[in-house]
Nanobody, 118 residues
Framework: QVQLVESGGGVVQPGGSLRLSCEASGFDFTLYDVSWYRHPPGQSREFVAVIFAGRNTPNYADSVKGRFTFSKDNAKNTAYLQMNSLKPEDTAVYYC???????????WGQGTQVTVSS
């Protein structure tokens, strides 16, 4: 059974940090592009970062470059999003997404809420 489980969200003050985790099971994590997206309140879902299958270098949205760090541990089937210098505009539900052109798989996690507020 395919599962993506995000965790690590919460409420933090501006300038604070959080680390999100995305634990995968039921499929070969190494074959998939792994992405983070977020859905701010009242806005459309937006791309945050991606690590393509077989690569280690993340690509980031301009809005989070220099503040967020995306890493992946294939041995643990887990992806991490370290978020530093958080701003109120980072408030959103954050989703982990995996997709593979090779297998046709395309899966979303349930999301985790991040709220940045003083």
């Amino acid at each position: 059974q395919v599962q993506l489980v995000e965790s690590g969200g919460g409420v933090v003050q501006p300038g604070g940090s959080l680390r999100l985790s995305c634990e995968a099971s039921g499929f070969d994590f190494t074959l998939y592009d792994v992405s983070w997206y977020r859905h701010p309140p009242g806005q459309s879902r937006e791309f945050v970062a991606v690590i393509f299958a077989g690569r280690n270098t993340p690509n980031y949205a301009d809005s989070v470059k220099g503040r967020f760090t995306f890493s992946k541990d294939n041995a643990k089937n887990t992806a991490y999003l370290q978020m530093n210098s958080l701003k109120p505009e980072d408030t959103a539900v954050y989703y982990c997404h995996v997709a593979s052109a090779k297998t046709g798989g395309n899966f979303w996690g349930q999301g985790t809420q991040v709220t940045v507020s003083s």
